[in-house]
């Protein structure tokens, strides 16, 4: 009686996981006269029987095809039986191999991280700022073997692979608007890339902001506040612009406070005629000098700031006069004395006009004349040009921020 064969190696060898159902199969089994291959479903059902084809040197070639994802055991059998009878346990040997087949990739994934419209035109991007971007997406459901690995690819070349939903990728190297892919790979090697297609915007500057109002450094009462914000060209967009502003007052440090926001900013669109409403009256404590900051925040998280000096002046100034009423011969230039104050500013404009009474028409109509804010100061005023009567004399007394007193005066000329 022949030794029974003994099978020494097989193609696979041991256990595998397979993307393709067609399976080259070899065994070499030595002193055998024929061999076969039995496969058997996951749950113990024949599939397909198979005689292998002797190759020479006790080896036997074949190929199975299996029919569909999922996992199967090959068995392969080996005789020294003349008549093949596998039935015959002393002609025999065998041995088992099990086989996962997975063709199918995993499911389609998205990314996590916000995306914006790409400033190529085309598609949608990752913002990335500073030495790395966060990346982070959905995990895809995988019927078969489950997702192995991840691999993040910038511009066809593999820069991070994990086996986590999330990873830091380096920007260093890494040009803007490039390319960007995450492919989940299973444990088959199947590969599913990420849907949509993206690019990387690298964002690193802060936008550009210039203060277009207010014009003046003098403000009272209801003022717009705008400044013209803009992003560069392949940026990532505007996403806040507002105002704030702090002062130091008498007795300490005023904290910085929030005016307000432009609404409805179009991120791909420059800032440049939003106005925000300020109403100081309301907003400021007392009368004095104020830091406006404009601030404009691109969707990378660059900040951009602005500032500017006001001051917030809504308190007239005041003047007196030693009469309420003045006689005086019309006759050549009447110097009459007045004494203003303000609180604020450094210089205020005095100015006045001589009706006839009863009259609404000026007779005489001077000049604004610049006077330092406090003090004693001396108006002229050309009577010689009018002729005897009574008259009615109106003063007033403007600050640089547009805020006034006015008073009227009996003038008797004789």
């Given at each position: 009686?022949?030794?029974?064969?003994?099978?020494?190696?097989?193609?696979?060898?041991?256990?595998?996981?397979?993307?393709?159902?067609?399976?080259?199969?070899?065994?070499?089994?030595?002193?055998?006269?024929?061999?076969?291959?039995?496969?058997?479903?996951?749950a113990?059902?024949?599939?397909?029987?198979?005689?292998?084809?002797?190759a020479?040197?006790?080896?036997?070639?074949?190929?199975?095809?299996?029919?569909?994802?999922?996992?199967?055991?090959?068995?392969?059998?080996?005789?020294?039986?003349?008549?093949?009878?596998?039935?015959?346990?002393?002609?025999?040997?065998?041995?088992?191999?099990?086989?996962?087949?997975?063709?199918?990739?995993?499911?389609?994934?998205?990314?996590?991280?916000?995306?914006?419209?790409?400033?190529?035109?085309?598609g949608?991007?990752?913002?990335?700022?500073?030495?790395?971007?966060?990346?982070?997406?959905?995990?895809?459901?995988?019927?078969?073997?489950?997702?192995?690995?991840?691999?993040?690819?910038?511009?066809?070349?593999e820069?991070?692979?994990?086996?986590?939903?999330?990873?830091?990728?380096?920007?260093?190297?890494?040009?803007?608007?490039?390319?960007?892919?995450?492919?989940?790979?299973?444990?088959?090697?199947?590969?599913?890339?990420?849907?949509?297609?993206?690019?990387?915007?690298?964002?690193?500057?802060?936008?550009?902001?210039?203060?277009?109002?207010?014009?003046?450094r003098?403000?009272?009462?209801?003022?717009n506040?705008?400044?013209?914000?803009?992003?560069?060209?392949?940026?990532?967009?505007?996403?806040?612009?507002?105002y704030?502003?702090?002062?130091?007052?008498?007795?300490?440090?005023?904290p910085?406070?929030?005016?307000?926001?432009?609404?409805?900013?179009?991120?791909d669109?420059?800032?440049?005629?939003?106005?925000v409403?300020?109403?100081?009256?309301?907003?400021?404590?007392?009368?004095?000098?104020?830091?406006?900051?404009?601030?404009?925040?691109?969707?990378?998280?660059?900040?951009s700031?602005?500032?500017?000096?006001?001051?917030?002046?809504?308190?007239?100034?005041?003047?007196?006069?030693?009469?309420?009423?003045?006689?005086?011969?019309?006759?050549?230039?009447?110097?009459?004395?007045?004494?203003v104050q303000?609180?604020?500013?450094?210089?205020?404009?005095?100015?006045?006009?001589?009706?006839k009474?009863?009259?609404?028409?000026?007779?005489?109509?001077?000049?604004?004349?610049?006077?330092?804010?406090s003090?004693?100061?001396?108006?002229?005023?050309p009577?010689?040009?009018?002729?005897?009567?009574?008259?009615?004399?109106?003063?007033?007394?403007?600050?640089?921020?547009?805020?006034?007193?006015?008073?009227?005066?009996?003038?008797?000329?004789r």
């Amino acid at each position: 009686m022949a030794a029974p064969p003994v099978i020494s190696t097989s193609t696979p060898a041991a256990d595998i996981i397979t993307a393709s159902g067609a399976v080259p199969v070899s065994v070499t089994a030595s002193g055998a006269l024929c061999a076969r291959l039995e496969v058997r479903d996951g749950a113990g059902t024949s599939v397909s029987t198979a005689d292998l084809v002797a190759a020479g040197a006790d080896r036997f070639d074949g190929a199975v095809s299996l029919p569909a994802d999922g996992r199967y055991s090959l068995t392969f059998r080996a005789t020294t039986n003349a008549g093949c009878d596998y039935t015959v346990p002393s002609d025999g040997a065998s041995r088992r191999v099990d086989i996962t087949v997975d063709s199918t990739a995993p499911s389609p994934f998205s990314i996590s991280n916000p995306l914006i419209s790409s400033p190529s035109g085309s598609g949608q991007a990752v913002i990335g700022r500073g030495a790395s971007v966060e990346l982070a997406w959905d995990r895809p459901a995988d019927t078969g073997t489950g997702v192995a690995h991840y691999e993040v690819v910038v511009s066809g070349t593999e820069r991070v692979r994990t086996a986590a939903t999330r990873a830091f990728l380096p920007l260093a190297g890494v040009a803007n608007l490039s390319p960007l892919q995450i492919i989940a790979v299973d444990n088959a090697g199947n590969r599913r890339a990420i849907s949509p297609n993206l690019s990387l915007v690298i964002d690193n500057a802060g936008p550009g902001i210039t203060w277009l109002e207010p014009s003046a450094r003098w403000l009272r009462g209801n003022v717009n506040l705008r400044v013209r914000a803009r992003e560069d060209g392949l940026g990532s967009g505007l996403a806040r612009v507002g105002y704030t502003t702090r002062t130091v007052l008498p007795g300490g440090a005023v904290p910085s406070a929030n005016i307000g926001e432009v609404s409805d900013i179009d991120p791909d669109v420059d800032v440049d005629s939003a106005r925000v409403p300020w109403n100081t009256k309301t907003f400021a404590t007392r009368d004095g000098r104020y830091e406006l900051t404009a601030f404009a925040l691109d969707r990378a998280g660059n900040l951009s700031l602005a500032k500017r000096v006001v001051f917030i002046d809504n308190t007239a100034p005041r003047f007196t006069t030693r009469k309420r009423a003045f006689t005086l011969r019309a006759k050549g230039t009447a110097t009459l004395a007045i004494r203003v104050q303000d609180k604020l500013a450094p210089n205020l404009r005095v100015s006045w006009v001589v009706r006839k009474a009863g009259s609404r028409k000026n007779f005489l109509v001077s000049r604004e004349k610049l006077v330092r804010d406090s003090g004693t100061q001396r108006l002229r005023v050309p009577v010689g040009r009018l002729a005897p009567g009574a008259y009615r004399l109106t003063l007033q007394v403007k600050d640089l921020a547009g805020n006034f007193t006015t008073r009227a005066y009996v003038l008797r000329l004789r």
